[in-house]
Structure formats: structure tokens, C-alpha cells
T-cell receptor, first 110, second 114 residues
Framework: SQQGEEDPQALSIQEGENATMNCSYK?????LQWYRQNSGRGLVHLIL?????REKHSGRLRVTLDTSKKSSSLLITASRAADTASYFC??????????FGSGTRLQVQP | EAGVAQSPRYKIIEKRQSVAFWCNPI?????LYWYQQILGQGPKLLIQ????????DSQLPKDRFSAERLKGVDSTLKIQPAKLEDSAVYLC????????????FGQGTRLTVV
């Protein structure tokens, strides 16, 4: 079963704009991770945020986590055409392998 | 460091045939996962190994799917007999230990069952 659900399912923006995607999950977690998947490729780890953290930055990425609402958001600032990909959140409960959401398909128009 | 290697990249078979996928994880990674990703969906765990032991195979359709990890390194996933709904990308991933660390994915094997 899917633990996380991303919103929106698809997002189209212009180069230079910011992209925000959200993830909701159902059970308590140890950490939440975001992955990127380019078309026809495997997933690449972007960032991990632990359950006791509220915000984390990595380059143009900003992730927030609200454990009371069981939700997370990923913000990509100053987007580039190369950011076009599907983005997945994955939850780590410490009891089983990562459980992935259904993903947000991001299209960045040059 | 070399990444997770998978082969083949693509496979087309007829329904009721059998197929096998191979995965070589990152050297030293004790945990290995097989995920199934149907088009437009997120990856779904099929089986997780810790060294050569199975940790979780609760979502593996055991009547047709089997997997093994000999000597705690390489792994193979087999489907016999294949059904049309098995058409998907099969992703192998590894991590250095179960739990917190990130998972490293291979490029996947795209299976089409006709």
C-alpha cells in the first residue's frame, strides 16, 4: 500500500520559477526522503529529513516536515529545464523498507 | 564508487513465459531491495534482503515470483509464469544498512508482457 501521497500529481512551470510539491503520509516515521526520477531511469536520492527536524536545505532544495499533520513539502527554487522529472517522497518507519508515494511529475518549460 | 547494476535493461516476453532479472548492489551494502514500478505509479516493494536473508517478502506474489540473494551479494528476481499485469519496471536498490540511510537505485529493467 502507498504510505505517501504527493500533491499535485503534475506541475508545469516556467524556468526560473519555484516549484512546490507536497507529500502526506499515514503512520509515524523515523525520517522522510525525497527522490527524483528522470524518464526511463532509476531513482536518485535528493534529501532526507528526520522526524525531529522541521526544515532542511540542500542547494536549491528546501524540505519541510510537519509530523503533527503528517505532511512534508519539497520546494525547488529557481527551477531549470533539467529539473524536469518525477519526484517521490518515501517514508522510513524503521520497521520496513522505504514506502513510496505516487509521485509528482514536474515539467519545467525553458 | 560503482552504482547498482541491473540487467537486462529491457525485456519483452509473451504471457506464461518465464523471465529473470539480475542485480549487483553497491559493494559492501548489506541491504538489497526489489521494487516493482507500474507506469504512472510509485515503486512498490516486492522483497527486502539483509545479507542473504529475507527481511520482508509480504508483497511478493509467491505463486509466480521468486527471488534469491546468494552469498549476500548478487540477487536474481524471477517471474514464472508471467502475466500481462506484470508489465512494469523492476528496480533494484541497496543501502548500507536497514533503516535510516538512503537507498541507491539501479536503472531498472523494463518488462513488457504481451
Amino acid at each position: 500500500s502507498q504510505q505517501g501521497e504527493e500533491d499535485p500529481q503534475a506541475l508545469s512551470i516556467q524556468e526560473g520559477e519555484n516549484a512546490t510539491m507536497n507529500c502526506s503520509y499515514k503512520t509515524s516515521i523515523n525520517n522522510l526522503q525525497w527522490y527524483r526520477q528522470n524518464s526511463g531511469r532509476g531513482l536518485v536520492h535528493l534529501i532526507l529529513i528526520r522526524s525531529n527536524e522541521r526544515e532542511k536545505h540542500s542547494g536549491r532544495l528546501r524540505v519541510t516536515l510537519d509530523t503533527s499533520k503528517k505532511s512534508s513539502s519539497l520546494l525547488i527554487t529557481a527551477s531549470r529545464a533539467a529539473d524536469t522529472a518525477s519526484y517521490f517522497c518515501a517514508t522510513d518507519t524503521g520497521r520496513r523498507a522505504l514506502t513510496f508515494g505516487s509521485g509528482t511529475r514536474l515539467q519545467v518549460q525553458p | 564508487e560503482a552504482g547498482v547494476a541491473q540487467s537486462p535493461r529491457y525485456k519483452i516476453i509473451e504471457k506464461r513465459q518465464s523471465v529473470a532479472f539480475w542485480c549487483n548492489p553497491i559493494s559492501g551494502h548489506a541491504t538489497l531491495y526489489w521494487y516493482q514500478q507500474i507506469l504512472g505509479q510509485g515503486p512498490k516493494l516486492l522483497i527486502q534482503f539483509q545479507n542473504n536473508g529475507v527481511v520482508d517478502d509480504s508483497q511478493l506474489p509467491k505463486d509466480r515470483f521468486s527471488a534469491e540473494r546468494l552469498k549476500g551479494v548478487d540477487s536474481t528476481l524471477k517471474i514464472q509464469p508471467a502475466k500481462l499485469e506484470d508489465s512494469a519496471v523492476y528496480l533494484c536498490a541497496s543501502s548500507s544498512r536497514q533503516g535510516v540511510t538512503e537507498a541507491f537505485f539501479g536503472q531498472g529493467t523494463r518488462l513488457t508482457v504481451v
